[in-house]
Structure formats: C-alpha cells, structure tokens
C-alpha cells in the first residue's frame, strides 16, 4: 500500500492564521506561501467577501487584517453542533457535594470506632 499523500494546502485558513497576528500587506503574506502575489489577492477576496478579512488602504498600500466579528456565526454553528452535556452542571455540583459529605462522615466514623476501641499494649502494636 502506498504511503498517504500529504493534504493539500489551505491557503485561506494558513491567511487568517496569519492575519490572526496582526495586520499585513499581499506581499508580506505572499512570501509566506508557495502561491502567486495574485492568487494570494484573490484567497484575500473571497476571504473579504465572507465577511473575514477587512482591507485599509495606507497610501498606495493594502493592509488586510483579520475581521473576528466575521467569525461569530461559524462560532454559533460550532456551539450549536457541539453536543450537550448528558449531566447538567448543577448535578456536578450536587454530586461534589455528596462526595465530600460521605468522606467527612466516613472519616468521623473511624475517628469514633478508634476511640471505642480498647487501648493496645506494646507486645499488640509490634
């Protein structure tokens, strides 16, 4: 069986990682990537048409940076996917509760039981 070939790469998500840093011009992101200046602007696009990247001119400059707003629905769908827990957090914390009640009844139960107990003599404890 031949070895797996590598997966190819994603270069809008390598992008957002990116900008995810900071701002930065095509040319920077460019030198990042084994793609054309061109390809990156349009990867920039349609990044900016998803409502996932902004672009500021600065002089004769485009500066790209990351619009995290643009993230919220993808955010929601991943929450609104995710399962919810089988146990609510308040049966956690009842449970934790319950845990440590039974310890400290267990524990002044054997404090008591070794009080009752009669007094050992030295041939008993060696």
Known sequence: MPPCAPPPPRPRRALLRQLAAGPARVVDMASAHPISRPAISKHLRALGSAGLVLADDVGRER?????????????????????????????????????????????AAEGARHTDDPPRTTEETA
């Open 63 to 107: 500066h790209y940076r990351l619009d995290r707003a643009g993230l919220a629905p993808v955010t929601a769908l991943l929450a609104e996917l995710s399962p919810a827990p089988p146990i609510g957090e308040r049966a956690l914390d009842g449970l934790e509760l319950e845990v440590r009640r039974a310890g400290r009844d267990r524990q």
